[in-house]
């Protein structure tokens, strides 16, 4: 299964809303995941199930969609979400990872 | 909380194999199912396969199959990942991860990545 992440690089400001795209090339329910990375470290789990907030990861981040099209949205950027963001397919082996989107501050 | 620590950075030379071993400590490791994950510095991540060791179930990627090989020690609460007949394009940085639940994936649990440089 292909994930295809839009856009690849996202250049906004402090308080920005950003949305990231994932489309999947066949349906995956909901087993959908996002991670976050910083460079030079492993990436961190978001959120799970397309819309679970894992535990101590801030409530700006959100996670929706079902089927083939999955958005995840940082309201309010703040310093410490600029990282490259993944989606991660869990429907079927091999488990597939989107492209990556890369936020940078404007 | 599982933590994961993976073994050091490597380099080899093309044709030979490199094995790389994660070490597990926190959790229930026979029941913990543990990805193999690289990522090429053009950033792209790529499961490579998994295991589960209660189910001595092992999965590979197609894409990996008949070159790697991941296995488990009980004893010590170490998996390894084996990747042979190396190439320049194997160069990358190899994780293990795992989560709290039964399947692969959506892994909060990271280890902090080994280094194979094939040159």
């Known amino acids: 299964i292909q994930l295809t992440q839009t856009p690849s690089f996202q250049s906004s400001s402090i308080g920005d809303r950003v949305t990231i795209t994932c489309r999947a090339s066949?349906?995956?329910?909901?087993?959908l995941a996002w991670y976050q990375q910083k460079p030079g470290k492993a990436p961190k789990l978001l959120i799970s199930d397309a819309s679970t907030l894992q535990s101590g990861v801030p409530s700006r981040f959100s996670g929706s969609g079902s089927g083939t099209e999955f958005t995840l949205t940082i309201n309010s950027l703040q310093p410490e979400d600029f990282a490259t963001y993944y989606c991660q397919q869990l429907t079927s082996h091999p488990l597939t990872f989107g492209g990556g989107t890369k936020v940078e501050i404007k | 909380q599982v933590q994961l620590v993976q073994s050091g950075t490597e380099l080899k030379k093309p044709g030979s194999s490199v094995k790389v071993s994660c070490k597990a400590s926190?959790?229930?490791?026979?029941?913990?199912?543990i990805s193999w994950i690289r990522q090429t510095s053009g950033q792209d991540l790529e499961w490579m396969g998994g295991i589960i060791p209660i189910l001595h179930l092992v999965n590979y990627a197609e894409s990996f199959q008949g070159r790697v090989t991941i296995s488990a020690d009980e004893s010590t609460n170490t998996t390894y990942m084996e990747l042979t007949s190396l190439r320049s394009e194997d160069t990358a940085v190899y994780y293990c991860?795992?989560?709290?639940?039964?399947?692969?994936?959506?892994?909060?649990?990271w280890g902090q990545g080994t280094l194979v440089t094939v040159s």
């Open positions: 926190g959790g229930t490791f026979s029941r913990l199912p």
């Open positions: 991860a795992t989560n709290s639940g039964t399947e692969y994936g959506a892994d909060d649990f």
């Open positions: 066949q349906g995956i329910n909901s087993y």
